[in-house]
């Protein structure tokens, strides 16, 4: 552009000169007759002419000129100004100037301008004008001064090319430039840039105050030598021939060491800059500092790994729903929980839904609609169905949570199966129930029994005050009979009751069944085989034996009764045993010890779930009316528990029943010894007040 000006400088001072020539022509020519000398000048003068005028031509189709006088005045200016600037040529004729003056440049300036010319010297700079519309444009302009012959200005000539393109080109870079400044120094972020023998060319304010040296210190150092720990110095500077050799954009992770020996982890986000020839020149590099986030990882994923540890101790499932995607997670105890390996759910809401109870679906159903909804934190309890068709009680807390505009965005929750309690809670009532029911009974039959020795007492004295012949006799011997069948009932309300007088032994179970075994076999009849499998070193027990002889054979009548319809097995089996904690948590009234088991199992019809639930209660009978008093179970109840034992069942209909009672194993005859003394009951009953 500084040429075209000058070019065009000359250009104007040519057209000025060829002009004062023409003058002078045709002042010669008004002089000299018509002569050869006047007719070379006609001629040279012409020729002058067409050289101006095709100068004047390609000027005006290219530049932007105009004519002013001494003031500033327009006098001149041609269709290109005009075309630019807005202004027809009549607009612009007899205008300052200032007119097309965009005001843009300073005082100072204006001044310097004009002292220039005004000397007489020629000025070269660029301008912003303003068109007619307001807007704006860039002339890169000459003004050349005409003088008088006293050196006096007559007119100035402005010829300029408009370079509004490379202005606003450079006025955009320069922004850029600014905004990359201000982005090294304000960016905390490390920014370094490297030649291709990996020394410092540039580096930013963040950069400097986190490795502890100046920008001035830094520049020109290796950069691999002073920031890197040396042990990786190595390994980096082959990473670093990598990223040259890869693409032009990588990103690596790198320790620094600051100037005062902390190490620092790095991601470096490196780009290659490149030069004409497509050679890697350097490097422009930058680093985030990873290190307090890694121990935010660290510690987070630490924290997590504790939760996890407490959740999956305490048997605790977790889930995560983003409900957006649907995608519905499950850890491997929730998994667990519905009776599926690890990995084998599916993670979808309708996989979640197959393995719930399908009456306990719409409900869940309905609390997750009212929770899209509203959002916050809600409780559910559902049966969960697995694979093999096992049912289990599933207690669940969850919380929704909204977007900004109210919407679901996600859910999560935590999961605990609640079987076992949900078991040792009926397990519990029931005892309650029992325990009130023994105390009722055990009144009822203490109180029945000082009436009915005095009833047998009365009976005993007439029967010996009647002669044998007479006929009453029968009458009150009935009356006996009687009184002595409700005399055995309320020893079985006491036994329930754990109010009978007994007499504790030392007893191996093995040799009381043993010694039963024949008693056994005439009571439950042909068609019923019974087995033994009995432990022959049995560790012993304290307990009455009649009781217990009491206990198995009402055990054994009953699974007679179970197998009436077409014979079985009886089996009876003694052993040791050890209940630990586990077993104790999950089966109420089981404390841990060692115990001596006592099993009795049938291949009868078996119980559904309602009379297992009643079995023990007294008065409670699935028997025909007359054909049992409901006392049987209960009395084995009583007696067990009043030993210290546990009794348990196990019945599945059409399979079969098998009681276990687990009596504590006595160590030594100390146990004896601490024991109440024996005292012999009366055979109708005591007398108590």
């Given at each position: 552009s500084v040429c075209a000006v000058e070019a065009g400088f000359f250009q104007a001072a040519e057209i000025a000169l060829l002009g004062e020539a023409a003058e002078d022509l045709s002042f010669a020519l008004d002089n000299i007759a018509l002569s050869a000398e006047r007719e070379r000048a006609e001629r040279r003068a012409r020729e002058y002419s067409r050289e101006a005028t095709d100068?004047?031509?390609?000027?005006?189709?290219?530049?932007?000129?105009?004519?002013?006088?001494?003031?500033?005045?327009?006098?001149?200016?041609?269709?290109?100004?005009?075309?630019r600037s807005q202004y027809s040529t009549t607009e612009l004729i007899g205008q300052d100037h200032r007119l097309i003056n965009s005001r843009y440049h300073s005082a100072a300036f204006m001044r310097d301008l004009w002292a220039t010319i005004k000397r007489g010297e020629v000025w070269q700079g660029e301008i912003r004008n303003t068109a007619k519309d307001g807007t704006h444009y860039w002339v890169d302009t000459t003004i050349v001064p005409f003088?008088?012959?006293?050196?006096?200005?007559?007119?100035?000539?402005?010829?300029g090319a408009e370079i509004t393109e490379r202005k606003e080109a450079e006025f955009a870079l320069r922004i850029e430039r600014d905004r990359a400044q201000q982005y090294l120094d304000t960016a905390e972020v490390i920014l370094l840039a490297l030649d291709i023998t990996g020394s410092i060319t540039l580096v930013n304010r963040y950069a400097c105050a986190m490795l502890g040296w100046s920008a001035e210190e830094l520049i020109g150092r290796d950069f691999i030598e002073t920031c890197v720990p040396p042990k990786i110095r190595d390994a980096t500077r082959r990473r670093l021939a990598e990223v040259h050799a890869g693409s032009d954009s990588s990103v690596v992770l790198n320790p620094i060491i600051t100037r005062s020996g902390e190490e620092r982890l790095i991601e470096w986000r490196n780009t290659l800059l490149r030069d004409s020839d497509g050679v890697v020149a350097s490097t422009f590099s930058s680093g985030s500092d990873l290190t307090e986030r890694n121990e935010a990882i660290e510690a987070l994923r630490a924290a997590e790994e504790r939760m996890r540890f407490a959740l999956e101790s305490a048997n605790v499932g977790?889930?995560?729903?983003?409900?957006?995607?649907?995608?519905?997670?499950?850890?491997?105890?929730?998994?667990?929980?519905?009776?599926?390996?690890?990995?084998?759910?599916?993670?979808?809401?309708?996989?979640?839904?197959?393995?719930?109870?399908?009456?306990?679906?719409?409900?869940?159903?309905?609390?997750?609609?009212?929770?899209?909804?509203?959002?916050?934190?809600?409780?559910?309890?559902?049966?969960?169905?697995?694979?093999?068709?096992?049912?289990?009680?599933?207690?669940?807390?969850?919380?929704?949570?909204?977007?900004?505009?109210?919407?679901?965005?996600?859910?999560v929750g935590i999961s605990l199966d609640i079987t076992?309690?949900?078991?040792?809670?009926?397990?519990?009532?029931?005892?309650?129930?029992?325990?009130?029911?023994?105390?009722?009974?055990?009144?009822?039959?203490?109180?029945?029994?000082?009436?009915?020795?005095?009833?047998?007492?009365?009976?005993?004295?007439?029967?010996?005050?009647?002669?044998?012949?007479?006929?009453?006799?029968?009458?009150?011997?009935?009356?006996?009979?009687?009184?002595?069948?409700?005399?055995?009932?309320?020893?079985?309300?006491?036994?329930?009751?754990?109010?009978?007088?007994?007499?504790?032994?030392?007893?191996?179970?093995?040799?009381?069944?043993?010694?039963?075994?024949?008693?056994i076999e005439r009571l439950i009849g042909e068609d019923i085989n019974v087995l033994l499998r009995l432990q022959a070193d049995l560790g012993p027990v304290m307990a009455d034996r009649a009781q217990?002889?009491?206990?198995?054979?009402?055990?054994?009548?009953?699974?007679?009764?179970?197998?009436?319809?077409g014979g079985g097995a009886l089996t009876i089996e003694t052993r040791d045993v050890d209940l630990d904690e586990h077993y104790a948590k999950t089966h109420f009234g089981a404390t841990p010890g060692s115990y001596v088991l006592l099993s009795v199992s049938d291949t009868g019809s078996g119980m559904t779930a309602e009379t297992q639930s009643r079995l023990f209660e007294p008065f409670f009978t699935t028997k025909d009316v007359g054909k049992g008093t409901g006392l049987g179970m209960a009395t084995v109840h009583g007696i067990v528990t009043?030993?210290?034992?546990?009794?348990?069942?196990?019945?599945?209909?059409?399979?079969?029943?098998?009681f276990k009672?687990?009596?504590?194993?006595?160590?030594?005859?100390?146990?004896?010894?601490?024991?109440?003394?024996?005292?012999?009951?009366?055979?109708?009953?005591?007398?108590?007040?």
């Amino acid at each position: 552009s500084v040429c075209a000006v000058e070019a065009g400088f000359f250009q104007a001072a040519e057209i000025a000169l060829l002009g004062e020539a023409a003058e002078d022509l045709s002042f010669a020519l008004d002089n000299i007759a018509l002569s050869a000398e006047r007719e070379r000048a006609e001629r040279r003068a012409r020729e002058y002419s067409r050289e101006a005028t095709d100068l004047l031509h390609a000027i005006n189709q290219h530049s932007l000129v105009a004519l002013t006088d001494a003031n500033g005045i327009i006098t001149f200016a041609n269709d290109k100004l005009s075309s630019r600037s807005q202004y027809s040529t009549t607009e612009l004729i007899g205008q300052d100037h200032r007119l097309i003056n965009s005001r843009y440049h300073s005082a100072a300036f204006m001044r310097d301008l004009w002292a220039t010319i005004k000397r007489g010297e020629v000025w070269q700079g660029e301008i912003r004008n303003t068109a007619k519309d307001g807007t704006h444009y860039w002339v890169d302009t000459t003004i050349v001064p005409f003088l008088n012959g006293d050196g006096s200005v007559r007119q100035y000539m402005e010829i300029g090319a408009e370079i509004t393109e490379r202005k606003e080109a450079e006025f955009a870079l320069r922004i850029e430039r600014d905004r990359a400044q201000q982005y090294l120094d304000t960016a905390e972020v490390i920014l370094l840039a490297l030649d291709i023998t990996g020394s410092i060319t540039l580096v930013n304010r963040y950069a400097c105050a986190m490795l502890g040296w100046s920008a001035e210190e830094l520049i020109g150092r290796d950069f691999i030598e002073t920031c890197v720990p040396p042990k990786i110095r190595d390994a980096t500077r082959r990473r670093l021939a990598e990223v040259h050799a890869g693409s032009d954009s990588s990103v690596v992770l790198n320790p620094i060491i600051t100037r005062s020996g902390e190490e620092r982890l790095i991601e470096w986000r490196n780009t290659l800059l490149r030069d004409s020839d497509g050679v890697v020149a350097s490097t422009f590099s930058s680093g985030s500092d990873l290190t307090e986030r890694n121990e935010a990882i660290e510690a987070l994923r630490a924290a997590e790994e504790r939760m996890r540890f407490a959740l999956e101790s305490a048997n605790v499932g977790i889930w995560d729903m983003d409900i957006t995607t649907g995608l519905l997670r499950w850890s491997d105890v929730m998994e667990a929980q519905y009776g599926l390996q690890a990995g084998g759910f599916p993670g979808t809401l309708e996989a979640f839904g197959e393995r719930v109870h399908p009456q306990d679906w719409g409900q869940f159903v309905t609390t997750m609609d009212r929770m899209m909804r509203t959002g916050g934190d809600f409780t559910q309890q559902h049966r969960a169905l697995w694979p093999d068709g096992t049912i289990r009680v599933l207690s669940g807390a969850g919380r929704v949570v909204l977007g900004e505009d109210g919407t679901p965005v996600r859910a999560v929750g935590i999961s605990l199966d609640i079987t076992e309690q949900r078991v040792l809670e009926a397990q519990f009532q029931q005892a309650q129930k029992m325990e009130a029911v023994g105390r009722l009974a055990g009144g009822v039959a203490h109180d029945f029994n000082n009436l009915l020795t005095v009833m047998l007492g009365f009976c005993e004295l007439l029967l010996n005050d009647m002669p044998p012949t007479d006929h009453r006799r029968a009458d009150l011997e009935e009356i006996q009979k009687a009184g002595v069948s409700a005399a055995a009932l309320t020893r079985q309300l006491l036994a329930f009751s754990r109010k009978q007088i007994t007499s504790p032994t030392l007893l191996n179970l093995s040799e009381v069944v043993s010694d039963i075994h024949g008693m056994i076999e005439r009571l439950i009849g042909e068609d019923i085989n019974v087995l033994l499998r009995l432990q022959a070193d049995l560790g012993p027990v304290m307990a009455d034996r009649a009781q217990l002889e009491q206990v198995i054979m009402n055990l054994t009548v009953n699974a007679r009764d179970a197998m009436s319809a077409g014979g079985g097995a009886l089996t009876i089996e003694t052993r040791d045993v050890d209940l630990d904690e586990h077993y104790a948590k999950t089966h109420f009234g089981a404390t841990p010890g060692s115990y001596v088991l006592l099993s009795v199992s049938d291949t009868g019809s078996g119980m559904t779930a309602e009379t297992q639930s009643r079995l023990f209660e007294p008065f409670f009978t699935t028997k025909d009316v007359g054909k049992g008093t409901g006392l049987g179970m209960a009395t084995v109840h009583g007696i067990v528990t009043s030993c210290g034992g546990y009794i348990n069942v196990y019945s599945e209909l059409g399979v079969g029943t098998s009681f276990k009672i687990y009596l504590p194993r006595a160590h030594d005859t100390g146990e004896m010894r601490s024991a109440s003394p024996p005292m012999v009951e009366h055979p109708t009953g005591t007398l108590s007040v």
